[in-house]
Structure formats: C-alpha cells, structure tokens
C-alpha cells in the first residue's frame, strides 16, 4: 500500500522530516521558500496532511482547491492562521502544539518583562554607540520588578506560568483578567486574584498579554486601554500580532503616556510599524518566546505525532476542531 501524502510547508529540524518519511511520502521546503497562497495550493495537491507553521493561512479558498487534504498540523499552540470553521466545514482536522512551550514561553515572558522595565536593551544599544562617558545617578532608571503589581491579560497555562515566577520568584502581587475566572486551587497556586481589565490596566505595574487571537480580542490593547495605564508602567505582548493596535503604542510610547514596552509579536508580523522602529523605550523581538532548541524540537515532535496519529492511527493528539472526528 503506498504512503500517505504530506507536505511540510516550512524548514524544519532534519529528524523531523525523518520521522515523517517513516509514514509518509514527504514534500518538504528546507530551502524554506515563502510561498504565496497560489504556491501553497499547487503543493498541496494529492496531499492528504501538512505540518504548518503559525505563518500558513488555511482558510476556505485553501481548502476548496485541496480536496485530498484531511489535516493541518500546527508546530505552535496558537492557531488564528487556521479558519477552523471552514476546516471543520470541509472535514479537515486542525491540530495544535500546547504544553510542551509553556515553560520556554513563560520563560522568555519574564525575561522580556525585565529587559522592558529596567532598560536593558536600550542602555546596551547606548554602550555600543560610544556613548557611555560617564556614570549618571539617573542613567537608565527603570521600574522594579520585585514587589510591583504584575497584571496578566489571558490566564491560559503560559499566563499562568509567568504568574508563578512574578508571585513566588519576586514577590510580585498578581492580578489577572481573563475570559472566565480560575478555580479557587489554580488561583492559590499562581497567588492570583481576578479583576477587570480596567481595574487591571489602572493598578498594574507591568501588564503581559498571553491572550489567543480572535476577533474578539482583536486590539484588547488600544488608545483608550493605554490611557488607563500608570505612565510609569510597562506593557508586554508575547500573545499574537493585532492584539495590541501597534501605531497606537507607539504613540504612547513616544509621548511617554507609558513608561515602555515589549513586543515579541507584530501586526502584519514580519513588518514592524514604523514608528515603533524609531522610539527608544521598546524592546523589539522577532517571535521568538518559544525558540529554544529542545522546545522547538518538542512542538516539531508533537506536530508529527498529530500526523501520524490521525492518518495512521485515527487518533490525533491534540485536535482544535474536534467536531471533524465526531463526524467519522
Ligand atoms: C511559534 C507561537 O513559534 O506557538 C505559538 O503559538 O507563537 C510560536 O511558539 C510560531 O507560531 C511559529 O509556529
């Protein structure tokens, strides 16, 4: 019986694509093209899976050009670059890759809240430029860290661990808005209490966003929310592009309406607003919160275990659109 077709739509790790071609017949882009949509649909032609990144859009005209496609297997935990609607629609499975980022993520959520609020990465570009002729008692002052009001918008399992190092490892009070409350056990853990965004946004000391992107949290973060900040305060985004409205912080950012920001996510990600290209007192990475080795490998790992779990086994780890198995 000959192999399954898949098509691995970005460069990914060697072994990755090993353990795909124990299963399947593989199409593989390690020259790592981008591909335009037209190009995405001529390569998924006879294809019955493909392990996407967050950039792949697989929407309604994707998916009515691909009839032999049965699953998109994400290597993120986010998944807004699938319309599930349409896919579970079309009976396509979508599948994501949770759990095995969410201490890498929280990790690199905590080390972006710290270069943001104590200037790291603005006072090293001022040591590089030459600059640095003489010791200041003002130089570079920041905001604390330790014993400040840490306010967290979205309290999935990534929030849940940025909570835990704010409250255990710095003694950080921590507030959290969410679109429905913890139980009383998870709340105690994190040393947690629920609020209201605005109560947040007013009393925090350092708001992050972990948030998945929806419409409806399209801009949760906009001229209005960052009006209600302290002007001392600092604003994190590692959640997605467009839940911040990112020429109204930079705005804010350049009148100080806000003490500083850190954006690890972009809207129109790879291209960055201009004016946050040209304010000082942002912190600018390129999605990177989950990028270290072992955690990249575990989310390729999970992404091949959806494929081969689906179209071999009938049993997919961690299905979005669950409905499209109930259908079978
Ligand atoms: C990914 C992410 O690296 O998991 C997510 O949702 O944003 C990142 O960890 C990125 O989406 C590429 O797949």
């Not at 790592?32 to 697989?58: H, P």
Request: aromatic share 6%.
């Amino acid at each position: 019986m000959s192999k399954p077709k898949v098509l691995v739509a970005r460069a990914i790790f060697p072994e990755t694509i090993d353990r795909l071609a124990q299963h399947f017949e593989v199409e593989s882009n390690q020259a790592d093209a981008v591909w335009s949509k037209a190009q995405l649909i001529d390569k998924l032609q006879g294809k019955a899976g493909v392990f996407t990144t967050g950039s792949e859009r697989i929407d309604a005209e994707v998916l009515d050009a691909c009839p032999d496609l049965k699953i998109c297997a994400n290597m993120a935990v986010g998944y807004n670059n699938f319309d599930t609607e349409a896919m579970t629609a079309h009976g396509v499975l979508g599948t994501n890759a949770p759990d095995v980022l969410t201490e890498t993520t929280a990790d690199f959520g905590f080390a972006l809240l710290m270069a943001t609020a104590r200037r790291i990465a603005e006072s090293e570009h001022f040591l590089r430029a030459g600059q640095w002729t003489k010791w200041a008692y003002d130089m570079f002052s920041g905001s604390d860290i330790h014993g400040s009001t840490l306010g967290i918008i979205g309290m999935g399992r990534i929030g849940q661990g940025i909570a835990k190092r704010g409250a255990h490892g710095f003694g950080m009070k921590v507030i959290y808005h969410n679109r429905s409350r913890l139980d009383a056990a998870l709340e105690a853990e994190c040393k947690a209490s629920y609020v209201g965004k605005e109560e947040l946004l007013k009393t925090a000391d350092h708001v992050v966003l972990v948030v998945p992107y929806t419409p409806a949290s399209h801009h949760t973060i906009g001229a209005a929310e960052l009006a209600l900040m302290k002007p001392t305060a600092t604003l994190v985004n590692i959640a997605r592009g467009g839940i911040v409205d990112d020429a109204a912080l930079a705005a804010a950012l350049k009148d100080k309406r806000i003490a500083a920001a850190g954006l690890d996510v972009f809207e129109g990600e790879p291209k960055v607003h201009p004016d946050l290209l040209t304010v000082p007192n942002v912190v600018l990475t390129p999605h990177i919160a989950s990028a270290t080795v072992p955690t990249r490998k575990a989310m390729a790992d999970l992404a091949v275990d959806n494929l081969v779990g689906y179209l071999v086994n009938g049993k997919p780890l961690t299905p979005v659109n669950p409905a499209v198995l109930a259908k079978h």
